[in-house]
Each structure stands twice: as structure tokens, then as C-alpha cells.
């Protein structure tokens, strides 16, 4: 599917959107250095995994590096960031939420200033497609302001949404998203040089074009997707929230969107 689409299932909820090409080559342009200045530049993440009794040792898909290509000029790697997160096993309200080891890192707080503009663009774009999800996302940051931080780069922190990973020159395999909620949307951007892509939603039955400058929402809970290798260089932003941050502030869920408050 080479055209901007919406995706509803038969009672109307909408489970994705794609807007192929939608970013002008001048934002890609500017969206893409400030990727690398990010922590400086992302790096090859290991692969990681846990050996059970009598068991192999079992691979996470998202660190192996089976799934990561060289590129031309930009390396392949991944990135995390969040102004308030929670470790593995450390999710529940007897935990406060704590910058990420990369907000912490010589460059972080430049990456945030420099990512504003672009950054308001993509909390715009989830504003008009689902505006409680945004509304929920801003009620969290006034919630996580309201902590008392020893370390807080909130005031910095330039999107809507609480968490942003950035993906580089990776193949990423059919799976499902679970840090938030099944009515949430994920905001996708792929960037980069290479010639074609598509973003395969596939129990859907669907795949999108994902050339560069392309923007996806999509309740990634639900839908199962995956973008194949593709030739380098290619980058992602998957901006989402934490259903576990939202949880312990106490910020209320949020109902699916339905294509009738949009009035196609």
C-alpha cells in the first residue's frame, strides 16, 4: 500500500495509520545528525539472554546481533531513552521511576534541545490521531514532574510521549510491542538513504510502504509487524509510553479511538 491509510477493525476502532513520505527531505535532514548526537553514537548492542536448566541459551530478538547489518556510514546499534523508567522486575508503585542510564550521559540534555521542533511534530501528529492517548501522555510528565529527583531531565524532555528507542541499520522481526496498553498508539519514523521498505502489519494482512520520511501509529500490542532487512543506511525513532509509569502515577486509561470522532 503506497498511500496514507488508516487501519479499523469491524467495530470501527482504529488500530493503526500510516503516512508514507510525509516528512519533507529538509525535516529527515535535521531529524537524522540529531539521532547520533544522542549519548554520541548509537553502538552494536550485544546479544543478551538467560540459560535455563538443561536449557540453551535463549537470545533476545532485540539485542541479537543476527538481526543488526553493517552500514554505509551510520553503525548499527540501538538507544533507549526515557526521563522516568523502571528496571526489569522493579515495575510497581513500591519503585520511583529514574531517568535512563543514557539521559544521564555527557550530550543527552543537547539531543533533547535539539529534537524540540521535530519532536513537538510527531506529539502534534498523535495529538490529531488519537488526542486522549496525548492527553494521558501529558498527564504523566506533569505527574513525573511533581517527584522530587535528585537527577531529573524532565524540563528537557521533548515529546509527549515518555520513552523513545532509536534503532539503527536493524531488521526488526514479527513481533508484538508490551510496555503499554492495547488502545495506544506507538509513533514509528524511519529515515535514512536506502531505496524501499515496507512496514508489514501482518495479521492485517497488509504492508505499508516505509520509505524514508515515512510516520506510523500503530497499537503495536495488538498488531503483529515487522520491517525486513532492508540495504543500509537506515534509522528508527519508535516513540511510545510506559503502561507501568502511567499505572504508578496514577493517570487514568484511555479508550480505543474510533474512526467517528475523526468524521471520514
Known amino acids: 500500500m503506497q498511500r496514507p491509510g488508516i487501519f479499523v477493525d469491524s467495530t470501527g476502532k482504529v488500530l493503526a495509520w500510516s503516512l508514507p513520505g510525509i516528512l519533507s527531505g529538509a525535516r529527515q535532514v535535521r531529524a537524522t545528525p540529531y539521532s547520533y548526537r544522542a549519548g554520541t553514537v548509537a553502538k552494536r548492542s550485544r546479544a543478551s539472554g538467560s540459560k535455563g536448566k538443561g536449557s540453551k541459551p535463549m537470545v533476545q530478538w532485540r539485542t541479537a546481533p543476527t538481526f543488526y547489518q553493517p552500514g554505509r556510514k551510520w553503525p548499527a546499534g540501538s538507544w533507549l531513552a526515557t526521563p522516568g523508567g523502571y528496571a526489569v522486575g522493579h ?8 531517568p535512563s ?12 534541545r535539539d529534537m524540540r521542533e521535530t519532536s513537538a511534530l510527531f506529539s502534534a501528529i498523535l495529538r490529531v490521531a488519537h488526542p486522549e492517548l496525548y492527553s494521558a501522555g501529558r498527564s504523566s510528565l506533569l505527574e513525573l514532574s511533581a517527584l522530587e529527583r535528585a537527577e531529573d531531565p524532565l524540563p528537557f524532555w521533548p515529546s509527549i510521549f515518555n520513552t523513545v528507542q532509536l534503532l539503527s541499520n536493524r531488521e526488526s522481526p514479527f513481533h508484538r510491542d508490551t510496555a503499554g496498553q492495547p488502545s495506544w498508539y506507538d509513533l514509528l519514523v524511519t529515515l535514512g ?5 515496507e512496514l508489514v502489519l501482518r495479521n492485517l ?5 516505509y520509505k524514508p520520511g ?7 500490542l495488538v498488531i503483529h ?13 519508535s516513540w ?3 503502561e507501568a509509569l502511567h499505572k504508578n502515577l ?5 479508550p480505543w479511538m474510533s474512526l467517528d470522532v475523526h468524521q471520514f
Request: hydrophobic letters at 40%; aromatic letters at 8%; proline letters at 5%.
Open 214 to 220: 515515512t510516520i506510523a501509529l500503530l497499537s503495536s
Open 193 to 197: 538513504n536506502y531505496r524501499r521498505a
Open 240 to 242: 511510545f509510553m510506559s
Open 91 to 98: 515495575k510497581t508503585a513500591d519503585y520511583s521511576p529514574k
Open 250 to 254: 496514577g493517570v487514568p486509561t484511555v
Open 225 to 237: 509487524h515487522g520491517v525486513r532487512a532492508v540495504e543500509p543506511d537506515r534509522l528508527c525513532y
Open 101 to 112: 542510564a543514557s539521559m544521564r550521559r555527557v550530550g543527552s540534555i543537547a539531543w533533547c
Open 205 to 209: 494482512g497488509v504492508q505499508v510502504a
